[in-house]
Nanobody
């Protein structure tokens, strides 16, 4: 399942970015789509997820600042990131998995994009 992320950039603290991930060829009726991030020397962590029923989930560290959405017509999942902080600096990945449980658990996911870099400077 090809997943293509875009939208990563370098921004100053307090700024905003919107990441996009175009998915194609995925046909399971129940699924999770998630955004994950990995900083150098750290494990990959779940950031935000959305399932086929539109339920969303967020890591505590981004709750209230990030928002995930899915456009069915475009098969594209978005991550709106506001009030960015240097600790948000990481490679951001989107992913998709069958079933709509454990949507923020990275190792549950089958398909991954190539990643897009987000760098936040103080």
């Amino acid at each position: 399942v090809p997943l293509v992320e875009s939208g990563g950039a370098s921004v100053q603290a307090g700024g905003s970015l919107k990441l996009s991930c175009a998915a194609s060829g995925y046909s399971d009726s129940t699924y999770c789509m998630g955004w994950f991030r990995q900083a150098p020397g750290k494990e990959r962590e779940g950031v935000a997820s959305v399932d086929n029923d539109g339920r969303t989930g967020y890591a505590d560290s981004v709750s209230g600042r990030f928002s995930i959405s899915f456009d069915n017509a475009k098969n594209t999942v978005y991550l709106q990131m506001n009030s960015l902080q240097p600790l948000d600096t990481a490679m951001y990945y989107c992913a998709v998995k069958p079933g709509n449980s454990d949507c923020l658990v990275p190792w549950k996911y089958n398909y991954w994009g190539q990643g897009t870099q987000v760098t936040v400077s103080a």
